[in-house]
């Protein structure tokens, strides 16, 4: 009893001990006031701490001639803070909590001729809100933000992204893009064109959850554009160009008139690339075509056009609705010419042959989209109805002139036609139940489409002086698909832990039919998707976050068509019917952006395979593996003069990122004689460096770099790049001009090798004006302002271009 006694007293002394030191500590808040427009610091702005317990101002300071300010000696964690100077907007931070960060970060003035009532904000935003499943990159609070997205998101240390190509990535894994919530079908280069200043956050969905479509790119990448604040009309126009002949330009537009917002968005783009070629092919069974070596280049040419017009109506406080249509096209032409030598097994030369190829192809995608939402009387109660439909045509054309030298008659020649015509049509209900701080959602999706595959080919026969199907290559493919969605999610808040977790079911019909071939089949997969995401907030830098999620990937059109399609000489493609889905099983521990580990497990992983067949035909196909398991951990050092950073860098810097990722994985499979199981190693490596230079000229140096890749059947080349980067702003920051330096190197070469167990193939490309200077500008008046579109596209049309 006696020991009890003295256990208690000292709980209580503890306690009252604790109680003592918190009621006697001091807190301090530092941070930076800037112009909203110019972001010169401002001098002498007042900066006053306020008791939320008494109203009454506890504390306060004056910012210096950098705009810094620092006020000590508060006595309170958690306060208001006001902020104040003649001729600019007072702006009042409702609610600080001092006693995790002191650092509250950049304030941003209005400055204003007229008197303003003041701005009251609920809470001060930090560069990264961690969230379960989720990060969230406040745009305008990050650095490098007056160039391209793009560039702004190379130093949130969350993202990858290849200069070569400007290719985004998160673990080293493809992501889907969204503007909005819906999907954002643009080149990765349309997306570096696009300013940082017209998006407000950037969502890196770290774990899709149950209400996300089972089926599109690992991670999720959402961009939120900005809502217009001071006027009714608001736009911007992009026009850039680069001495490799790559140009691109945009336009966007917002009027808002009475409970009408009327919106539209044009891009616009075009390049041309040349290219060295060359490639060697043994095939060890085979005695006449044991090695054969090809020499070529060859020249592409892209046109791309982006447009999209609808409008937002608001029938009441309750109830609104959304319409916009999307063009989504482009043409390319591609042209090569190469020559080819065959030797035997003896290494004897037996003939060449020289083949020149020009293809065509065009692809346009018209889609419609409703969307409507009722609001109960609780606030965030709300069920939403969405509709969409897609129109898509990918029709190809394809000329080849063969020409041997063993052969007296004229070259072979054969013309090929491709034409993909397909509809898909999504609905979709959700309804969300906010329950206290909690919030439980649940809806239905239903996703119907139709692909037909028309595929033609002619060879010219002299003797008839005729085109004719000679290798009865032509074939009539269709292929639909039925997906039957329920969902359900519940999320969670305590204190500073964030739970949300759920799960979604997909029943899968699939319906193929070989016409020319009168083959028919069919398949069903019912697939279920949990997910888990736990979170710990330590403070505004810091987040720890466990995620457990499932992703699916079903085959497309083109995997699938068993007929046999001729893509050179003894060379042959041909679908897989059998193809089943493949399913990924990620899991995933976060410390922030800056510490990540990983373990992803892959079954039936989509995998393109080679084989000999008949002594010296090679034939590939796509099969499913057995398994693929990858290990992962990336590493981010982002840093950036801010005054949420714990220390200052020299003020010419203003940032610094490096990021360092290590994946590795192993398949098994096997494809008739050939066995696929391999490890693989990868590393890559990206930083990037912020300057101010003189005249108020913001510059950036990006390096990438991934070195060789080996394995026991395939070695792959180092790929390097080094490119620059300098913006400056003019006309009150309306008015962006820039200057980029692409592959400062002019490294865009790689050799790539294939090992088999009878063959051994070997290709080498190169670009020949991968090095480039570009110029340009863009323009933005008022705000802009865009809706915040819903999506419930899952991708694959745009992804996979149809097939």
Known sequence: MKSRVLFFSFILFVASFNLAQNKSQKFSLIGTVVDFKS?????????????????????????????????????EEKVKVRFSMV???????????????????LIK??????????????AIKPVIEFYADRQVINMDRLPGNAGS?????????????????NKITVRGQPIKIKMDGHEYNMPAEMLAQLPATMIDQVEVVLAPGAKESAEGGT?????????????????MVNLSTSSNKNSYGGAYLNYKVDKFNFFGQAYGSYFAMKNLNESERYVYTSPNMYYQKTIGDGKNTFYSGYFKFGFDYDFDENNSMTFFTTYNGYKYNSKNDGNSFVNNQSNIFQYSYNRIGNNVGVNNSLSFYGFYKKKFATKGNELTFDAMLTLFGNPTNADMNLKYSNKINAPQLQKSNSDVNAKTLILKADYVLPINLNRLEAGYNLTYRTRTNYYSVEDYMYQFSAWRDSLNLSNEFRYNELINALYASYAHKLGDFD????????????????????????????????????????????????????RVTYPQIFYINPFRQYTGPNTFFAGNPKLKPTYLNSYAINLSQYLSVFYNYTTGSFTSAMATENDSTIVSTFLNLNSEKAYGVNLTLPYYNSPMMPF??????????????????????????????????????????????????????????????????TIRSEMKNVSLYFNKMFMDRKLRVYIMINDVLNAQRGNNESIGGNYYT?????????????IGISYMFNDYKERRDRNIDDGRDAANRGF
């Open 39 to 75: 972001n010169e610091p401002l001098v002498g702005v007042s900066v006053l701490v306020i008791s939320r317990e008494s109203g009454s101002q506890i504390a306060g300071a004056a910012s210096d001639n950098k705009g810094n300010f620092n006020v000590e000696n508060i006595p």
């Open 87 to 105: 001729g600019y907007q007072s702006q009042l931070i409702d609610s600080v909590d001092i006693s995790k960060s002191s650092r509250i970060g």
């Open 109 to 122: 003035l209005l400055g204003t001729t007229i008197d303003l009532p003041e701005v009251v904000v609920k």
């Open 149 to 165: 997205v793009t560039d702004a998101l190379k130093n949130s240390g969350l993202v990858e992204v290849e200069p070569s190509t």
């Open 219 to 235: 991670y999720i990448l959402n961009l939120i554009t900005k809502r217009e604040t001071f006027s009714n009309s608001s736009g």
């Open 499 to 550: 739970v949300k977790f759920g799960l979604r079911s997909e029943y899968l019909n699939t319906k193929g039919n070989q016409v020319t071939q009168n083959i028919e089949f069919s398949e069903n997969f019912l697939s279920f998707f949990p997910n888990l995401n736990v979170s710990y907030k330590i403070s505004d830098l810091f987040q720890l976050s466990f995620n457990v999620f499932r």
């Open 648 to 713: 200052h860098l020299p003020d010419f810097i203003s940032s610094f990122y490096v990021s360092f990722n290590y994946r590795y994985a192993k398949q098994s499979g096997q494809y008739l004689a050939e066995d696929l199981s391999l490890t693989n190693k990868t590393y890559t490596l990206n930083a990037n460096l912020g300057l101010k230079l003189w005249y108020d000229i913001d510059a950036n140096i990006s390096l990438y770099y991934m070195p060789k890749i080996e394995n026991r059947r």
């Open 762 to 774: 070997r290709s080498y490309y190169e670009m020949r004006n991968s090095r480039s200077i570009g």
